[in-house]
Structures are given as C-alpha cells and as structure tokens.
C-alpha cells in the first residue's frame, strides 16, 4: 500500500462537509473509502445576494403588475450593468445565447465568421443556428484565447467577421484582433460571457469590437436566473439590437424590423439587481478562493492554477487548472478521482466545439488544424468555488490530487484500472 507521500494528516483538519482526513491511497473514494464531502461540491453553485432586498424587488413587480417589455427594472439593470462597465449601451436579454443570436444578426454577420473551438458551444451554436459557418481558429496555448496567427490563417473571401471569446474571463487579445479586422474590413465581436466586470489595461470588458455580449446565466458571476446583455457604444446597433429584442416593435402596432423575442424579464432584472450590489463581495470571495488554490495547488509540480494577471480586473470566477503532460495520471482519471469524493469538477470545454455534433460530422478535419485546442482540452479541468467552499475544502481538494497523483501508475495497478 502507499505511502503518506509526505502529506502530514493533521494539516487537515476534518469540518462539517469534509468527513474523512485523506492521508493515504487506502483513504481515497476509489479505493472503496466513504466520498470526501457528503454533499457534492458544484462548479457552477449561484452567488446569491440579499434574499431581503430580492423578495423586496419582487413584491413591487408583483404589485406594480408591470412584468416584462423594457420594464423599470430591467433598465435600471441595464444603467448599473453599463455603469459598471463604463460602455454607453447596456442591452438585457433573457439568456447569454440571445444576445449572441441578437448581436449576430445586429451585425450582419453572414458566410464563415472565425471563432475559437475551445468556447461553450453556444458561441458556434448561434452562428450555426443562423446558416453561418463557424470556423474554428485555434488558441494559444497561455491564455486560452484566440491566436491571432490563426485568425488569419482562416480567413477566406467568405469571411465576415471574427467573434471572440474572453475565456475565464481573460481578455482576448483585443489589440490585435482590432488590427486584423480593421484590416480586412471584418466585423469585431466578442463573447465576454465569462468577463463580466473584467477589464484590460485599465479598459472594462464590453468596449472592445463593434460589440460585447455577456450571461448571467445561474452559474456566472452575477446571475438573473438566466440572462444576458450586448454592451456597445454604438447607438445605431444598440438600436437595432432593442429592435430586435422585442420582435421589431418599434411602438405600439409598428413593425420596422425582424426580430425574436430576446426580452429579459422583470423577476430576472431583479435577481440580477440584487446580485450586482453583491458583486464586490462575490469578487472578494472568489478572489479568496482563487489564492488558497493557487497556494494548496502550489505543492503540486504536476498541477498548475491558471494566472489572472494582478494589474487587471478580474473576477476569479474560475478556477482553472492545467495537467502537465508530464503528469502521470490524466486529466480525466483525476476527475473520475474528484467525482468519486462528491467533488464534481468539470472537463470545460472539452472536447472543443469541432469535437461536438453537428460540427465534428461537418468539419471532421477541423481538429487537424487546432493543436492546442485539443491539448489543453484533454489536460483543463476546472474546481469548484464560490460562497460554500471553505479553505478547509480547497485544502482537502487538492490534497486529495497531491496523495492521487504521487500514487501514480502504482494506485492504478492497485485498484487493477490497468
Ligand atoms: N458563451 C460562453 C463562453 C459561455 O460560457 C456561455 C454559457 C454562453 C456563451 C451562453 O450563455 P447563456 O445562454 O447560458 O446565458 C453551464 C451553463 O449552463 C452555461 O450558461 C455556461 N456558459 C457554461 C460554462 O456552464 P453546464 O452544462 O456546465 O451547466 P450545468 O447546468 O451543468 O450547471 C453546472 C452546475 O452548477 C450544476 O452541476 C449545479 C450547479 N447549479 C446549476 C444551476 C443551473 C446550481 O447549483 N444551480 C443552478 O440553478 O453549462
């Protein structure tokens, strides 16, 4: 059986949730020990604001009978979203994807437009969706964003425009990309879904390109239930996008455009509300979160936390870790390993959108062009985080990965996984 492998056992002290102290192999779920946490730890868990303040908002939307269409409260979401993020227009939705889908047709986009692989797919889906074609570039391999190189690898006389994607709430590298579309003549935007109140060298996310968009689906940052938002400092397309967003009404029994209904409701503009004036306090325990993994996950070579750079704004809602190839378990033995201890920790985005239906049936070839795409795909896997993770939790977490990974190809021949 395996050694300590240098963990001493009374650094982890065993709280309400944990209910075990891991100081061996013996100790781990997959060798037949009672799971780590008895309640699964969630990538993904809402940040909540004041219960009092959101049941106070909801009482006057139920009184006030006003419950949807541009009302009060979603334009008071949408000043404070645009405040926040000191842009001119702030458009709300009811989901991240109709912004996209908004902002797609807002800009014209049409043909091939580039986008990275390695996204949630709903970054492809709503090109797709709209009869364009996604084509995947591929990313750096540092940050996880757009390689520039790529872009222009890819474009084609049927390219019309570039989307880019803030992944983990990293900016893409806005002032190149600014430079290949200015010179092209493509349209700009990005998917800042992650990046909500980011920015990069002193300029907040959502005044990069001709547009932004951003979710506050349940499981980002600030949350409305679902929702999304374009942000511009283009009156024309902010226009068109409010147009767009409620059919193309224009006013009462007046349609000047096509539209859908993309329209964020009341209910939703006050959950959003309410967690806004939460947002510093969500970014400081992310922030205490991402720095007591940064220090649990430093005793492991094998493992390392992606970097949000200190000089700019970032809101620490992922956390983020990379295998090293030279690790001796892979990344998805790791999290079967994670999982069996009630630590749900998730492979995003893997495979890369070319891996997924319709796209990996269209374009089969797409990966032989996306390297890193695939590389860091197989080597990412992301932790939980947010409100209920205690540091107790975090250093159980990756002492858990430290005695697995220390363990080696020798626990595997163990548990006979071999
Ligand atoms: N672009 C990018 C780059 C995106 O990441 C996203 C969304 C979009 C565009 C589109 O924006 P939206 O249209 O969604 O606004 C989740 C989210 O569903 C998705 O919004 C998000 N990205 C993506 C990164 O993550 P899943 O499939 O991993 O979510 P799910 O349902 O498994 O939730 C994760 C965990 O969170 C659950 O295991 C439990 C916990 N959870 C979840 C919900 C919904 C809760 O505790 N409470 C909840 O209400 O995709």
Redo the contacts with the bound molecule.
């Keep these: 059986m395996a050694p300590l492998f240098g963990v001493s056992s009374e650094l982890f002290s065993v709280t309400e949730t944990i209910i075990k102290i891991i100081a061996s192999t013996r100790d781990l779920a997959i060798n037949g020990a009672p799971p780590a946490f008895a309640k699964?730890l969630?990538?993904?868990?809402?940040h909540l604001g004041s219960k009092a303040q959101f049941l106070e908002l909801a009482e006057q939307i139920y009184d006030s009978r006003w419950l949807t269409n541009d009302g009060p409260t979603v334009q008071e979401f949408e000043a404070a979203v645009a405040k926040l993020h000191s842009v001119k227009h702030c458009v709300a939705t009811c989901?991240?994807?109709?912004?996209?889908d908004i902002a797609i047709r807002a800009l014209d986009l049409q043909g091939e437009v580039i986008l990275p692989s390695y996204?949630?797919?709903?970054?492809a889906h709503?090109l797709k969706w709209q009869n364009i074609t996604p084509v995947f570039a591929d990313i750096d391999p540092k940050t996880h964003n757009l390689n520039v190189d790529s872009v222009r690898a890819r474009v084609s006389s049927k390219t019309t425009g570039i989307i880019a994607?803030?992944?983990w709430g990293r900016v893409a590298p806005v002032d190149e990309l600014k430079a290949v579309a200015d010179e092209l003549s493509l349209k700009l935007m990005y998917?800042?879904?992650?990046a909500f109140g980011c920015s990069y060298h002193h300029r907040m996310v959502g005044n990069f390109g001709d547009c932004e968009?951003v979710?506050?689906?349940?499981?980002?940052v600030v949350?409305s239930?679902?929702?999304?938002a374009l942000l511009t400092n283009n009156d024309e397309l902010a226009k068109k996008a409010r147009l767009m967003r409620n059919f193309g009404f224009a006013g009462f029994d007046n349609v000047v455009a096509l539209g859908t209904n993309g329209k964020m409701t009341e209910i939703c503009a006050a959950m959003g509300l309410v967690n806004l004036r939460a947002f510093s306090d969500i970014t400081s325990v992310n922030r205490r979160n991402y720095d007591s993994y940064r220090k649990y996950l430093g005793e492991i070579p094998e493992l390392t936390c992606i970097d949000y750079q200190d000089c700019h704004k970032a809101n620490y809602h992922y956390i983020v870790v990379e295998v090293s190839s030279a690790c001796s378990l892979d990344r998805d033995k790791i999290v079967s390993m994670l999982h069996a201890e009630n630590v749900?920790a998730?492979r995003?985005?893997w495979p890369g959108c070319h891996g997924m239906a319709p796209y990996r049936n269209l374009y089969p070839e797409a990966g032989e062009s996306l390297p890193n795409t695939r590389d860091v795909a197989e080597r990412v896997l992301v932790l939980p985080t947010g409100e209920a993770a205690t540091e107790a939790d975090i250093k159980a977490i990756c002492n858990m990965m430290k005695v697995y990974i220390e363990a080696g190809e020798q626990l595997m021949l163990e548990s006979g996984s071999y």
Excluded: C, M, Q, W
Aim: proline fraction near 5%.
């Design positions: 699964p969630h990538v993904g868990r809402p989901s991240g994807t109709a912004a996209l996204t949630f797919v709903a970054t709503a994607v803030h992944l998917d800042a879904a992650h968009i979710s506050f689906h349940a499981t980002k949350n239930f679902e929702g999304g749900l998730r995003y985005f």
